[in-house]
């Protein structure tokens, strides 16, 4: 949906007057060039070589004959620490996906109702959008480890009895200080997304709806929640896709076993035997596709949602 | 109750936003911290004297962080801006299939896709070496770019640039005095978040740069293996200060009435 704040002077009907993302050019191919030669290259490339050595193609053992099959997927899945990833892996996406969207819809729908101080909250929304997530793992880890901050003021106030009283929530095999980390990053994400869509047309339509005197519950339900759904739709695959496969935060405050898929990928990819490469690739390509089905499933079923 | 409800919890995400920093300011300036400790029993500034270091690994992080941040920065919003408008404005051959391409790498891990390339990279000489990592770098920065502007560009008018060409401007001044004005808050944006993805990116920077490429988060999670904490501290305040600057510079326009952010939206 476009807002236009002013129209232009000239219109020309016909020509001039074509509507946005229908005009026909040829010299759109120079446009969308550099994107298709660096995301083909890169990214496409990227993609079906990893696919290619999963199944033993480029071997780097100087090997003679090359074994070409789907080995690696079944050494993948016979793997007890690749099982076990798996596991943590769902756990940990889904959790930080659920919650981070919950918890940034309730307070981007508090901060636009509060009158005091909106700017100021809509500004710390902002705040660790640009923060590294390396340093976000850092202060959880700081925050919440056994001899961490939180743990020293417990401690003080006699409600733990030394470190090793209080619970391990970093480098745990639950998940929880990788699930704090991402909720730490990834509910402000989702708030400014929620925010700006908040701020769109919708307020227009609320204020006519509120004038016209449907309550607030009301418009919740038929004005504000749908017009901002496709805003939490793209935040939810975003955060969604990025807890699935990032590597640093898993790294830094999980546990070596279990440890997330991405970072098992790695620890084979980089092992000292080299028969282990086509099982990481194998795994990367099992993630890819994995986030890609889930996504295309979510997709198909909130569509049916957004049609009633 | 129902007026101690929302400030209470608000009160409590600001909290939580800003106590992990908290942490990390405390331990950048101790000296010396240990645990029943609430607070530092000294403090120093050793921290920042090794980070500003001119021979330490922090301030050489910092520099080719920047060098890497910024090209990446200008490279990825000139690549996907480009691509913006044509998703934004104009319909072509396949025009689904290059949306579908440009969503892609926000969905696959980065992790998953530079594993499978990197033996190309380690072919044609790009393995160890900074272009090969500004190369990495814009897998995951100009589909964010590409998302942004098509989102700016969704907004823009194309008779404004119409009726700069009736008036007899050429190309060019039409491009620096009609459309760039209008596209700035969403080209700074771009930039933001291409720069900020690359500062932060560390596997992309290990696979593709190993030993030879020292970023910044490649110092810092050194240091992570390490026990001195005062460093950590020191490195993550020095990590952050840079997005945060360009943060300042650029957060009127992420939320906003035009705002940018939204092409995100439309993922």
């Known amino acids: 949906m476009t807002e236009k704040s002013s129209q232009p002077l000239l219109r020309f009907p016909g020509r001039y007057g074509a509507k946005q993302g229908t005009v026909k050019s040829r010299n759109v191919i120079w446009l969308v060039l550099p994107t298709i030669l660096v995301l083909v290259t890169l990214f496409v490339g990227g993609f079906l070589f990893g696919i290619l050595q999963s199944v033993g193609y480029f071997s780097v053992i100087a090997d003679k004959e090359q074994k070409i099959g789907f080995d690696a997927y079944l050494f993948a899945f016979q793997n007890e620490t690749v099982r076990a990833g798996i596991i943590l892996t769902f756990r940990v996406a889904f959790l930080s996906t659920i919650l981070s969207t919950v918890i940034a819809l309730a307070i981007s729908l508090m901060i636009s109702r509060t009158k005091r101080f909106q700017s100021t909250l809509i500004s710390i929304t902002q705040f660790n959008i640009p923060i590294p997530h390396v340093v976000a793992a850092t202060g959880i880890l700081l925050t919440f480890s056994q001899s961490g901050l939180v743990s020293r003021v417990t401690n003080h106030f006699g409600i733990t009895d030394g470190p090793s009283d209080f619970p391990i929530v970093t480098n745990d095999p639950f998940g929880y200080g990788i699930i704090m980390s991402y909720l730490w990053k990834e509910i402000p994400f989702m708030c400014v997304l929620i925010l700006s869509a908040l701020r769109g047309p919708v307020t227009n339509l609320d204020e006519t709806a509120k004038t016209l005197g449907a309550s607030y519950g009301y418009r919740l339900r038929k004005v504000i929640l749908p017009y901002i759904f496709p805003a939490i739709l793209s935040g939810t695959i975003i955060v969604f896709a990025f807890s699935f496969g990032s590597y640093e935060v898993p790294y830094l405050l999980g546990e070596p076993y279990p440890s997330t898929v991405s970072v098992v990928a790695y620890q084979l990819y980089t092992d000292r035997d080299l028969a282990n490469r086509p099982t990481a690739m194998a795994l990367a390509t099992i993630t890819s596709v994995v986030i890609g089905i889930l996504v295309y499933v979510y997709m198909k079923i909130t569509q049916q949602e957004g049609r009633k | ?267």
């Open chain 2, 1 to 267: 109750m129902k007026f101690i409800f929302r400030p209470f919890f608000l009160g409590l995400f600001v909290f939580w936003i800003f106590f992990p920093f908290l942490s990390i300011i405390i331990w950048s300036v101790a000296a010396g911290w240990r645990f029943p400790a609430l607070l530092p029993e000294e403090y120093s500034l050793r921290g920042y004297e090794v980070s500003f270091d001119p021979n330490g690994d922090i301030l050489r992080g910092v520099i080719t962080s920047t060098g890497i941040a910024l090209t990446v920065g200008v490279l990825a919003t000139l690549i996907g801006s480009a691509a913006g408008r044509a998703i934004a404005m104009y319909s072509f051959k396949m025009k689904k299939s290059f949306q579908f391409l440009v969503l892609a790498p926000l969905i696959v891990p980065g992790l998953a896709v530079t594993m499978g390339i990197q033996i190309l990279f380690i072919k044609y000489g790009l393995s160890d070496s900074i272009r090969g990592v500004i190369l990495a770098h814009l897998i995951p920065t100009v589909p964010y770019v590409v998302m942004i502007m098509s989102g700016t560009f969704a907004n823009f008018d194309r008779a404004y640039e119409e009726q700069g060409q009736v008036l007899g401007a050429s190309r060019v001044t039409v491009m620096r005095k009609i459309t760039l004005p209008i596209i700035l808050p969403g080209l700074a944006v771009s930039f933001l978040f291409a720069f900020v993805i690359s500062w932060s990116e560390y596997i992309l920077t290990l696979l593709v740069g190993g030993a030879a490429v020292k970023t910044l988060p490649m110092v810092l999670f050194a240091f992570l293996r390490g026990s001195d904490l005062t460093l950590v501290g020191a490195a993550s305040i020095v990590f952050m200060i840079p997005p945060l600057i360009l943060l300042r510079f650029t957060s009127k326009h992420l939320v906003g009435r035009s705002s940018s952010v939204t092409g995100l939206g439309s993922v």
